[in-house]
């Protein structure tokens, strides 16, 4: 599995690119179904763009054998990963009594997030350190 997270990972990045163009939820009081670059009168903003950003860069990280970046990956992928479960309870909750119908777009999105955070702790092969001069 080590060997190939990389390609795990992007592969986890292009279905979370076609997750935030899927419905995420559906409101029949409305009848419209939102996404993560569509919401009523912008209501929830536009997660995707965040998401989209921050999963990739966790993915590019994953391409480059610098540990350093290999670093930034946990750390991007960490922040993906909080703001996907952010954007899952806000855009599944209920409002003044109604509870929206999730669609698969929602959960294909919070699993896609999870995946590239998983593959951000396998690197693969050697990871090269910059050494410091010595004086």
Not at 15 to 32: Q, R
Not at 67 to 76: E, G, I, M, P, S
Request: proline share 4%; aromatic share 16%; net charge positive.
């Amino acid at each position: 599995m080590v060997r190939y997270s990389k390609w795990i990972s992007l592969l986890a990045f292009l279905l979370l690119l076609a997750a935030c163009f899927m419905p995420w939820t559906f409101h029949a009081d409305i009848n419209k179904s939102f996404n993560a670059f569509f919401t009523e009168r912008n209501m929830y903003g536009k997660p995707g763009k965040l998401l989209l950003i921050i999963a990739g860069i966790t993915t590019a990280c994953s391409f480059v054998k610098v540990l350093w970046l290999k670093r930034t990956a946990f750390l991007a992928g960490g922040l993906n990963v909080a703001y996907a479960i952010k954007n899952f309870l806000l855009f599944g909750s209920c409002y003044r009594g109604y509870c929206p119908e999730k669609q698969i777009g929602l959960y294909l999105m919070l699993v896609c997030s999870i995946l590239i955070f998983i593959m951000a702790f396998l690197p693969e092969g050697n990871v090269n350190r910059v050494e410091e001069p010595k004086s």
